[in-house]
């Protein structure tokens, strides 16, 4: 059971980035999935959740409207693509399989499947 993220990068302001979270040795059908971050000093947060099952999706109120979810069922995959970025969204993006239940994220890495994350940074 493996979780690689990629896609993270340098951006400047108002960019934009779109972060991958593939998954090998299970399939994605079965679980939720979410995406979170931690930036240096902060506590891990979850931004985003989607549904294997129906791909409804949830995002926290800091990235609405800017970031959208989606899951390829065909690819075992999922994504975030990330908008007008801002500073404030440097961190390291995690995606974690269910540790997430609609707006609810359980930040706790003994719960669920984690991936080794993937760095962020917005600046000019």
């Known amino acids: 059971v493996q979780l690689v993220e990629s896609g993270g990068g340098l951006v400047q302001p108002g960019g934009s980035l779109r972060l991958s979270c593939a998954a090998s040795?299970?399939?994605?059908?079965?679980?939720?999935i979410g995406w979170f971050r931690q930036a240096p000093g902060k506590e891990r947060e979850g931004v985003s959740c989607i549904s294997s099952s129906d791909h409804s999706a949830y995002y926290a109120d800091s990235i609405k409207g800017r970031f959208t979810i989606s899951l390829d069922n065909a690819k075992n995959t999922v994504y975030l693509q990330m908008n007008s970025l801002k500073p404030e969204d440097t961190a390291v993006y995690f995606c974690?399989?269910?540790?997430?239940?609609?707006?609810?994220?359980?930040?706790?890495?003994?719960?669920?499947?984690w991936g080794q994350g993937t760095q962020v940074t917005v600046s000019s």
């Open positions: 974690a399989t269910d540790v997430c239940s609609g707006s609810y994220y359980n930040t706790d890495t003994d719960f669920g499947s």
């Open positions: 040795g299970f399939a994605l059908d079965y679980f939720t």
